[in-house]
């Protein structure tokens, strides 16, 4: 990412897609070989699953947030937030590349895997989920991180990158548009309406007893690391991953159009970003896209913030993984 202030998206032309949010980000993982479940009912350390690295916890409010690092400490920090239905074992391959020039730490969301799980829908509030993450980037700072989130953790990362900008150095997301074009899109997209009914489907009261660790997983086709994946999945909160969507999606297109009113007022993003979105992903439609270029018109410029390029995708042509050598420098620059 350019230090000047590029901000641009990274759109790949085919990415696999599925009915739930996470199975589109396949394209950017490498099922890793060396990761290997104990398979014994214990939770193996951090270090067993990504060779170096380090568990650690959190408070966020009385609730304990996992964290695996990797690099050095005094290294800048950054942070990589999961989606729905991962765990910070879905970064494991772009962790060691990152590591070379980061202090990289990437941490299980609550109702995850080794995190706390609260009881309660409101527990679940993005505003919880932000605080999970200031609660992270204060314990290993001082000083600014790289945020990069996916999924849910993408929503996380461009309400922090709003609500904490002396906090975010800049702002890598995969698969999730800025709230205000996706909020648009919910509120008058008929064909992104219908797309987002597994979302109607995981808000139903009974929903955690019909999801069961197998479906979540089946994406994953390394029999290993789909070993990794059961045993977590398993250790975590059904209820509690399902609360992400009843806390902070919206029901309908009416509850879509109400906030969409109030993201209108949502304050402007002022660091570098970066938006990698697959065109292929049937949960998140690329209209909601169309948002960017607006939100790159309407950035203030400042003496820290200069006039930069026009806003500019860049397509990637073949579709698979991102070299994670690559990705590391890109987020580098």
């Known amino acids: 990412m350019n230090r000047s202030g590029d901000s641009r998206p990274v759109l790949v032309r085919k990415c696999t897609p599925g009915l739930i949010l996470a199975v589109s980000f396949g394209l950017f993982l490498r099922a890793g070989g060396s990761a290997v479940a104990q398979g014994n009912g214990t939770t193996p350390a951090a270090s067993s699953l990504l060779p170096g690295a380090r568990d650690d916890y959190v408070d966020s409010g009385g609730v304990r947030i996992h964290c695996v690092s990797l690099g050095r400490s005094e290294s800048p920090l950054l942070v990589l937030i999961h989606g729905f239905p991962d765990f910070w074992y879905s970064w494991r391959a772009q962790m060691p590349a990152l590591a070379r020039d980061f202090h990289v730490v990437a941490i299980d969301q609550r109702g995850y895997n080794l995190s706390g799980q609260p009881e309660g829908v409101e527990s679940y509030d993005i505003g919880k989920l932000v605080g999970d993450l200031l609660a992270v980037v204060k314990h290993f700072g001082p000083g600014k991180a790289v945020i990069v989130g996916h999924d849910w953790g993408g929503l996380v990362a461009w309400i922090f990158a709003m609500t904490h900008p002396e906090l975010t150095d800049r702002l890598i997301v995969l698969n999730l548009p800025h709230p205000r074009g996706l909020i648009r899109e919910l509120a008058s997209n008929a064909q992104q309406q219908r797309n987002s009914q597994y979302a109607r ?31 977590a999945l398993a250790r975590s909160s059904m209820e509690g991953m399902l609360n992400y969507y009843k806390a902070n999606y919206p029901r309908d297109a009416g509850e879509a159009a109400r906030r969409a009113l109030a993201a209108a007022a949502s304050p402007p993003i002022t660091c570098p970003v970066l938006l990698i979105h697959g065109l292929g992903d049937e949960a998140l439609l690329p209209g909601a896209l169309q948002r960017h270029l607006e939100l790159d018109r309407q950035r203030p410029h400042s003496r820290d913030h200069p006039p930069r390029r026009p806003f500019r995708p860049a397509r990637r042509r073949r579709p698979g993984h991102p070299d994670d050598g690559e990705l590391a420098q890109t987020i580098g620059r």
Not at 211 to 229: F, N
């Open 201 to 231: 489907e995981f808000q139903k009261p009974d929903a955690a007893g019909k999801v069961t660790v197998d479906a979540l997983s089946s994406w994953v086709k390394d029999p290993e690391a789909r070993r990794v994946y059961r045993d």
